[in-house]
């Protein structure tokens, strides 16, 4: 069988936040997913470490597994805690900031 998510356990209850690791003064990333319509990464952020503004070519879902980020979209601040969730629309720009230490999962649909 040809799995398409990789880096993950199937058929098992897991725990989304438990799936990544905190490294000091690092972004970790973890793909689970990706080809040409969809990519799944989780992603940590030690406090104070930050992915810069960028655009993206396609709806960028993501949503807090721990902790606090900041995410940035046209210029604006949002806070997003654990279990929330928020849109950064194709095209526009954004950054993430690890307002605490952060973990997230990001589904981006092309």
Known sequence: MNAKMKNISQAEVLVLKDQIAYQDGQVVSKTLA???????TLF???KGEEISTHESGGDAFVTCLDGVGKITIDGVDYLLHEGESIV????HPHAVYGEEAFKMMLVVVF
């Open 88 to 91: 950064m629309p194709a095209g």
């Open 34 to 40: 990706q080809n040409n319509a969809l990519s799944i």
């Open 44 to 46: 940590s952020f030690a």
